[in-house]
């Protein structure tokens, strides 16, 4: 997906990040289809993106949306589409705001919630979100290095990733205009008879909720610092190229998928 870059003014940098130097360590309730999972924010460590998040969640942005993308051991993706109702062109985009500036101070592990951008361009997360299933600070795709670090934000708490997993499990190559999207209830056999896939086979994001702001609800978390950006900042090496874009892949071939059809 081709996308014009906008950088909000410094003015407007500036203000997010005073004001979200107070806030409180927030705790959103995601609930899907499938079951519910608890998300805490780091409010205070990247405040930029955690006001960015909040502001999609308070304008309701969030809701009716579904899990477009599936990589089990790897990630599931959420934030950017609802179902329009339509398989001929089933993904409709949700309006976003302007991109934001990265910040890669966390690393990319199991259960960690971070944002999705364009490929090659490391200031361009809005709206679409991405969950870790698994370590992907290092290796291949190196996510704590790969376009200047993906920004991770919070992490799933309690017993919420038993929810993602479950998603993550889900058959997603059955039909080819879902392709990559987890679907439920819905088999070989549907694929096969050219069963149309309906808003009950989706993963949909109900609704996604502020259900705490306690000062100190992050107190038992620890994040783990993202220190391969910043061994990399020091030695002024780079690498805001890399090969997996998030938004770049999967918004232009849901598009792709849809013209198909």
């Known amino acids: ?12 940098l500036l203000s997010s990040v005073f004001i979200a130097q107070p806030a409180l360590a927030t705790v959103v309730l995601v609930k899907t289809s499938l079951g519910n999972f608890e ?5 205070q460590s990247t ?20 899990i477009h993308r599936s990589e089990p051991g790897f990630v599931i993706q959420g934030g950017g589409f609802k179902y329009s109702g339509n398989n ?21 592990v199991r259960a960690t919630i971070a944002m999705a951008k364009v490929a090659g361009d490391p200031n361009s997360a809005t709206n679409q979100w991405f969950i870790n299933l698994a370590d992907n600070s290092g290796g291949n795709p190196q996510l704590d290095l790969q376009n200047a670090g993906f920004t991770v934000f919070g992490q799933v708490t309690g017993t919420g990733m038993e929810v993602i997993d479950a998603i993550a499990a889900l058959p997603n190559k059955l039909n080819a205009s879902f392709n990559g999207v987890p679907l439920r209830n819905y ?11 309906t808003q009950d086979n989706l993963v949909l994001i109900e609704s ?12 038992s978390l620890n994040p783990k610092a993202n220190t391969a950006i910043l061994q990399q900042q020091n030695s002024g090496g780079s690498s805001s190229g890399g ?9 232009a071939a849901l598009l792709g998928l849809a013209r198909r059809r």
Do not use: C, H
């Open 39 to 43: 998300v805490n924010l780091y409010d």
């Open 1 to 12: 997906m081709s996308k014009i870059y906008r950088p909000l003014p410094i003015a407007a």
């Open 243 to 251: 090969a997996f874009g998030f938004v770049l892949l999967g918004f």
């Open 208 to 219: 996604i909720s502020v259900v705490n702001s306690e000062v100190n609800s992050a107190a």
């Open 47 to 66: 405040p930029v993106t955690v006001t960015n998040f909040l502001s999609y969640v308070k304008a309701g942005s969030y809701n009716g949306t579904f």
């Open 187 to 197: 088999t070989s056999a549907d694929a096969t008879a050219q069963r149309a896939v």
């Open 88 to 108: 001929a062109a089933p993904f409709s985009a949700v309006a976003q705001q302007a991109p934001i500036r990265n910040e890669p101070k966390w690393s990319n």
